[in-house]
């Protein structure tokens, strides 16, 4: 049974940082891409970041680039998500989803698995 699970969220001044775990079981993460997308209130999902299980490519949406950092710890089936220099705007629930590498459509579609989020708050 596939299963994500994210932790790491919290209540962040503007300015600070959080780190999220998205914690994997029921698959290899070898095969997969995991990816990291968001929700405000009010907004469309979005895509902030992908990294592939297999060779470790990243991509990063531009409203994050150079603040975010995905990484991977195969060993322990764990996807991070390193949140930097935090702004207001990044208030949102972040989501990790799972899709096998073979079945990807584009680096934030086709997602098939879920986690069930973590609230991310930066205020002052």
């Known amino acids: 049974q596939v299963q994500l699970v994210e932790s790491g969220g919290g209540l962040v001044q503007p300015g600070g940082s959080l780190r999220l775990s998205c914690a994997a079981s029921g698959f290899t993460l070898d095969y997969y891409a995991i990816a990291w997308f968001r929700q405000a209130p009010g907004k469309e999902r979005e895509g902030v970041s992908c990294?592939?299980?297999?060779?470790?490519?990243?991509y990063y949406a531009d409203s994050v680039k150079g603040r975010f950092t995905i990484s991977r710890d195969n060993a322990k089936d764990t996807v991070y998500l390193e949140m930097n220099s935090l702004k207001p705007e990044d208030t949102a629930v972040y989501y990790c989803?799972?899709?096998?590498?073979?079945?990807?459509?584009?680096?934030?579609?086709?997602?098939?698995?879920w986690g069930q989020g973590t609230q991310v708050t930066v205020s002052s």
């Open positions: 990294i592939s299980g297999s060779d470790g490519s990243t």
């Open positions: 989803a799972a899709e096998a590498i073979a079945t990807m459509t584009g680096i934030f579609t086709g997602y098939d698995y």
